[in-house]
C-alpha cells in the first residue's frame, strides 16, 4: 500500500498536489458537501441496479445486465450512468454500433460529468476502432485526453 | 392400435364359415343379417373415426394454453411520486385482496398512509422475485419509505409482481390457467367425485345405472331434473360437442366417453376436466377452470382456498351463470350449502370445518377489482408488435408470459381525462359523437405507458390510436423548420408570411392561407413556429425542397408512402396517433430514433427468457438542431398556439408541444412532452366530419389534464455543447412587424450568430458562474492529463 503510494506520488506529483489541494478545500468547508454526495449516490433508486448490472457484465452474463438496466432506465431514466452500462453491455455483446449509440446517448445525460464523459469518450475510441472508423477514433481519443 | 384390433377380431368372427348356416337360409333373414353386418361395420368405422378425433384434440388441446399478458411491474422506492391511493388501485388491477390483517402472499391491509402488503413470488426474465412482505409509508404524495415488515430493515428498491392485463388464445375468447393432478387440492377432488360422479375411480367412461336413475327421476318429474353423466361424458361435453340436447350427440358423447377411458388413465381425465370446466364469464371471456375461477372470484391461487370456497366452486359446474357468486350470491350461497353437507356426510371435512364454512362469508375480499381484459386497445398493440417482431416458431410453445410496459396507473388516468373531456367539449360544440385517441410513452426509451383506442375504453371494436389516419396539419411544421435549420436557417431568419399560389401536381391551383386568415409580413423563423403561420412555413419548406423535408419526416420516424407535394408541409398527410408519437419520440429523446415498444420481454412456459425486445437507439439528427426545435415547442406552449395549457400545468413544468389542426376542422391534434412523458393526442369523427375543434380547443385540453394528472417531471432541455446565445433585435423586421423593436436572447449553432447580434451567455448558466467555469476551465487546461 506504502509502496504504491509512494509510486503515484513519484509519478503522478501534480495529480497529488492538486488532490491535496481539493481535499484541503473540502475539509475548510466542513465535510457536510462530501456527506451529501455520498447520500445522493446512496438514495438513487438505479445504484442497486447499477452495481449488480455491473457484476453481471464482469462475468460476461450481458443478458442479466441489460435487463438491470432496461429497469433502470424505468427507475432513473436521465442518468448518464446507466446509459454509459448500457453501451459496455452493447461493447461486450460485439454490437459496436450500438455502442457508439448509447455512448452518444450518455454524453448527452451527463449533465457536466467530466468523468462520465471521459468514459464514454474513451469507449467511443474503442467502439470505433472495432468499426474501422480510425478518424472518428482518434477524435474520441483526442476529446478523452482533453475534457 | 387396441380398436384396429377389435376390429379385425369382429372381422375374424364375421367369416361366413363362422356364422350358423341355418341362420342364412331363408332370403329375408340374410337381407336383414346382412343389414345389421353393414351397420355394425358402419359403427365400428364410425368409432374409428371419433377415436381418431378424439386422440387428435385430447392430446392437441390438453396443452393449448394461451400466452398470458402482464402490465409492467410497479417499481418502489421511496420519493417515488405516488399516492397511497394509486398504490391500492395498482394493487387491486394486480388481483390483490384487501385483508384486515395481511399474511398471505396477494393480501394488503391499508391504513391511512400506509400499506402493507405482501407480493407474489413471480418469475422475471432476470429470474424470480420472491414474495416479500412489504410496509409503504407515503407522504406528501410521494413514497417516504419501504420497509420490511418482519425484519423492519429499510429496502431501497422493491419489485412488484405485474397484473395480468389478458391472454392470447389464438382461436377462441377463452382463459385459463393450467394446473396438474399435484396442484388439485385433495378435498376438490373428493369435493367433485362426491358431487359430480360417485362412481368415477370404478366406471368405464359411463354409469349406466346412473343414466337409469336419472331417466327414472325425469321421467316420473316430467323434465330433466337430474343428469347422469359422468366426469367423463361432462369432459367429452366440454371439449367436443355443442350444447344441444339430442339423442344424437347423446350417443356420440357415450362412445367418445369410452374411447377416452381407452386411451387415458383416471388421473389425465381428471386433470383435463378440472383444467377445462366453464365456470362463469367475466364480460368478454369465459372462465375455464378451477385455477382460473379461484382467482377470478376469489383471487387466490387454488391451494390456498377453504372448504367453503371449494363447495363454491363445485357447485357452480351445476350452472355457472346461475349460481353465479358475483351476480346471484343468494342461489350460490344455497348451493355451497348444499355441497357443504355432501362434504360433511362424505367425511371430505369435519364437522368443525362444517360449522366455520357454513357461516363464512361467500365472497371474503371486500372489494374485486381486475385489471384483467380492461385494455382491450394496448393489447392489440401487444397482438400486433408481437406478430411483427417475433418469429411465429418462437411463439408456438404454450403458456408464454409476456411483459409489456403498460402503466395501469397513467392507463386509469388517460381513460378518465379523455372521457370527462370529450363529454364536455360535446356540451360546448353541441355535437355529440366526438371521438379520440391518446398514446402516451416515456420520453427516453419510447416505452408505450398507456394507449386509449377510443371513448369507451372497453370497446374492443375500431382502435382509433392505431388505425384512425388522419391529416395531421401543423404537427408537421417541427420536420419543414428542422429541415430548414440544418440547410443553416436559425431561429431568426427572416421568412416571408405572405399569400403565396402554386399550381398543383394534380392540376389546379393551391393557395394556402393562415389559420386567422392575416398575413404577418416578415417573421423571424421561431415566431412562425411558435404561432404556426402556414405560409411562412410553405415558404420555408419550399425554399429548402419539399423532397427534404419528406426525408426529415422518414428519419423522424415516419413510413409508408409520402408523396412530396407542397400540401405536405401543412401536413396533408395521413398518420396514426402512434405514427405520430413516434415522430414526436424522436424529438423528445433529443434527437435519437427509438423505436417505441409495449412489449419488454416474452417468457417461456419454463421462465426462461425467449427473447428480449432489446433496446435500440439511433442519433439521426445533429443534437444543435433539435435543441433548437425543442427549444421552440416550449415556446409554443409558453406564448405561443400551445399558450391556454397554462390552465392545467404550471409555466415551471417548461413543457414542449405542438398544436395541430386539418382542413375544416376535421382533425385536431396535440403532441408534446415534459421531461419524462410523451403524450399524442388525437380528437374527431369516425365520419371524418368537421368536429368544430382546432388543436387547441380540443386536443389540448385533454393534453393538459392527462399530464396534469401524471405527476410529471420539468423539462429541462440540456444544451448540447456548440451551441451560443445571442441577443437578437427585430428591428429589421419591418415597421409593422409585431416584433419590431423587440430583442431577446436565443440560441444558435455555432457560427450562425447573425450579424448585429450580440452573443450572451446561455441563459442556463448565471452569468457569473459562467465565467467562473471559464476561468477554471482554462486553469485546467495548462494540466495536460
Known amino acids: ?147 | 392400435m387396441d380398436l384396429i384390433d377389435i376390429l379385425n377380431k369382429i372381422k375374424e368372427r364375421l367369416k361366413p364359415g363362422k356364422i350358423k348356416k341355418k341362420f342364412l337360409r331363408s332370403p329375408l333373414k340374410s337381407a336383414s343379417a346382412l343389414t345389421l353386418i353393414i351397420a355394425f361395420v358402419a359403427l365400428i368405422f364410425y368409432a374409428v373415426h371419433l377415436n381418431m378425433v378424439i386422440r387428435r384434440k385430447f392430446d392437441g388441446k390438453r396443452w393449448s394454453i394461451p400466452a398470458v399478458v402482464y402490465a409492467r411491474p410497479l417499481e418502489l422506492f421511496s420519493g417515488l411520486a405516488l399516492t397511497a391511493d394509486q398504490m391500492e388501485m395498482e394493487l387491486l388491477l394486480a388481483g390483490y385482496r384487501s385483508e384486515s390483517e395481511v399474511k398471505d402472499p396477494g393480501g394488503y391491509e391499508r391504513r391511512g398512509d400506509t400499506i402493507r402488503l405482501v407480493s407474489r413470488d413471480f418469475h422475471f426474465p432476470d429470474g424470480l422475485e420472491e414474495s416479500l412482505p412489504l410496509i409503504v409509508t407515503f407522504a406528501d404524495n410521494r413514497i417516504s419509505k419501504i420497509g420490511h415488515i418482519v425484519s423492519g430493515e429499510n429496502i431501497s428498491l422493491a419489485r412488484l409482481d405485474p397484473a395480468r392485463i389478458g391472454s392470447f388464445h389464438p382461436r377462441r375468447h377463452e382463459d385459463r390457467i393450467l394446473v396438474t393432478k399435484e396442484e388439485l387440492p385433495l378435498i376438490l377432488i373428493r369435493t367433485l367425485i362426491a358431487v359430480e360422479d360417485k362412481k368415477f375411480t370404478k366406471h368405464f367412461g359411463i354409469d349406466p345405472l346412473a343414466i337409469l336413475r336419472a331417466a327414472y327421476i325425469n321421467f316420473r318429474a316430467g323434465s330433466t331434473l337430474q343428469g347422469g353423466s359422468t366426469l367423463t361424458q361432462q369432459l367429452v361435453k366440454n371439449f367436443f360437442l355443442s350444447n344441444e340436447r339430442t339423442m344424437w350427440r347423446k350417443f356420440n358423447e357415450a362412445i367418445m366417453a369410452l374411447l377416452l377411458e381407452a386411451h387415458y388413465s383416471k388421473d389425465e381425465i381428471l386433470t383435463a376436466y378440472a383444467n377445462e370446466i366453464f365456470l362463469g364469464q367475466d364480460g368478454g371471456r369465459a372462465v375455464h377452470g378451477f385455477a382460473l375461477a379461484s382467482q377470478f372470484y376469489f383471487h387466490k391461487d387454488l391451494r390456498d382456498l377453504k372448504p367453503d370456497q371449494i363447495a363454491v366452486l363445485v357447485g357452480m359446474i351445476k350452472g355457472p351463470s346461475y349460481y353465479d357468486p358475483l351476480r346471484h350470491p343468494d342461489r350460490c350461497l344455497k348451493r355451497r350449502g348444499v355441497i357443504l353437507e355432501v362434504m360433511q356426510q362424505e367425511k371430505i371435512i369435519s364437522d368443525d370445518q362444517y360449522r366455520l364454512a357454513m357461516v363464512a362469508e361467500l365472497l371474503d375480499s371486500r372489494r374485486v377489482m381486475s385489471g384483467f381484459n380492461r385494455y382491450p386497445a394496448f393489447l392489440d398493440l401487444v397482438r400486433r408488435q408481437l406478430s411483427q417482431d417475433y418469429r411465429q416458431e418462437d411463439l408456438t410453445s404454450d403458456g408464454l408470459k409476456i411483459l409489456t410496459t403498460l402503466d395501469p396507473l397513467v392507463q386509469a388516468q388517460v381513460e378518465q381525462e379523455l372521457t370527462a373531456t370529450l363529454e364536455e367539449l360535446e356540451k360546448e360544440t353541441d355535437t355529440n359523437d366526438l371521438e379520440g385517441a391518446v398514446v402516451v410513452s416515456t420520453r427516453e426509451n419510447g416505452e408505450i405507458l398507456a394507449l386509449a383506442g377510443g371513448r369507451i375504453p372497453l370497446h374492443s371494436g375500431f382502435n382509433r390510436a392505431l388505425d384512425a389516419k388522419r391529416p395531421i396539419g401543423s404537427l408537421i411544421k417541427p420536420a419543414v423548420f428542422l429541415t430548414a435549420l440544418k440547410n443553416g436557417y436559425t431561429l431568426s431568419t427572416p421568412l416571408e408570411d405572405m399569400p403565396i399560389s402554386l399550381s398543383n401536381p394534380g392540376g389546379g391551383m393551391w393557395t394556402p392561407d393562415n389559420f386567422d386568415h392575416k398575413h404577418h409580413g416578415r417573421v423571424p423563423m421561431m415566431e412562425a413556429l411558435v404561432f404556426s403561420y402556414n405560409l411562412a412555413t410553405v415558404k420555408a419548406g419550399l425554399d429548402v425542397g419539399v423532397e427534404q423535408v419528406v426525408q426529415t419526416f422518414r428519419m423522424l420516424g415516419a413510413e409508408g408512402d409520402i408523396v412530396p407535394y407542397p400540401s405536405f408541409l401543412l401536413g396533408a398527410v395521413s398518420m396514426s396517433p402512434l405514427e405520430v408519437a413516434q415522430i414526436y419520440q424522436t424529438f423528445s429523446s433529443e434527437g435519437f430514433y427509438i423505436p417505441q415498444r409495449a412489449i419488454s420481454s416474452v417468457i417461456g412456459p419454463d421462465n426462461s427468457l425467449l427473447k428480449s425486445y432489446g433496446l435500440s437507439i439511433e442519433q439521426r439528427f445533429n443534437p444543435q438542431h433539435i435543441f433548437l426545435i425543442n427549444f421552440t415547442l416550449q415556446r409554443v406552449v409558453s406564448e405561443g398556439t400551445g399558450a391556454s395549457i397554462s390552465q392545467y400545468l404550471p409555466a415551471s413544468l417548461l413543457a414542449a408541444g405542438k398544436t395541430g389542426t386539418s382542413n375544416d376542422l376535421r382533425d385536431s391534434w396535440f403532441a408534446g412532452f415534459t421531461g419524462d412523458r410523451l403524450v399524442v393526442v388525437w380528437l374527431g369523427s369516425d365520419d371524418n366530419k368537421s368536429i368544430g375543434l382546432t388543436g387547441s380547443s380540443g386536443a389540448l385540453k385533454v393534453w393538459g389534464r392527462v399530464m396534469a394528472g401524471l405527476d410529471t417531471q420539468p423539462l429541462d432541455l440540456r444544451e448540447p455543447p456548440g451551441l451560443e446565445w445571442a441577443r437578437v433585435y427585430y428591428s429589421d423586421f419591418g415597421a409593422d412587424s409585431r416584433y419590431n423593436g423587440r430583442s431577446e436572447a436565443l440560441p444558435f449553432v455555432k457560427g450562425t450568430i447573425p450579424v448585429g447580434a450580440y452573443e450572451v451567455s446561455s441563459p442556463a448558466l448565471p452569468a457569473k458562474k459562467l465565467r467562473k467555469l471559464d476561468l477554471l476551465e482554462r486553469l485546467r487546461k495548462w494540466f495536460p492529463w
Not at chain 1, 433502470?72 to 453491455?89: E, F, S
Not at chain 1, 459496436?96 to 446517448?105: A, D, M, N, S
Request: hydrophobic content about 45%; glycine content about 6%; overall charge neutral.
Open chain 1, 1 to 147: 500500500m506504502l509502496i504504491m503510494m509512494m509510486k503515484t506520488i513519484i509519478y503522478h506529483p501534480v495529480r497529488m498536489i492538486l488532490r491535496f489541494i481539493v481535499v484541503a478545500a473540502l475539509m475548510m468547508n466542513g465535510c457536510a458537501g462530501v456527506e451529501h454526495i455520498d447520500e445522493s449516490i446512496i438514495s438513487t433508486p438505479a445504484a442497486e441496479l447499477l452495481s449488480d448490472a455491473e457484476q453481471a457484465l464482469e462475468r460476461g452474463d450481458y443478458n442479466r445486465a441489460e435487463l438491470q438496466m432496461e429497469r433502470a432506465m424505468r427507475v432513473d431514466p436521465r442518468n448518464g450512468q446507466v446509459w454509459h452500462l448500457m453501451a459496455r453491455i452493447r461493447y461486450g455483446q460485439g454490437d459496436y454500433g450500438q455502442t457508439v449509440q448509447f455512448c452518444l446517448k450518455s454524453n448527452t445525460l451527463a449533465n457536466h460529468d467530466r468523468n462520465l464523459m471521459r468514459q464514454n469518450w474513451l469507449l467511443l475510441e474503442k467502439a470505433y476502432t472495432m468499426l474501422g472508423e480510425m478518424i472518428k477514433a482518434e477524435d474520441a481519443r483526442h476529446k478523452a485526453v482533453t475534457i
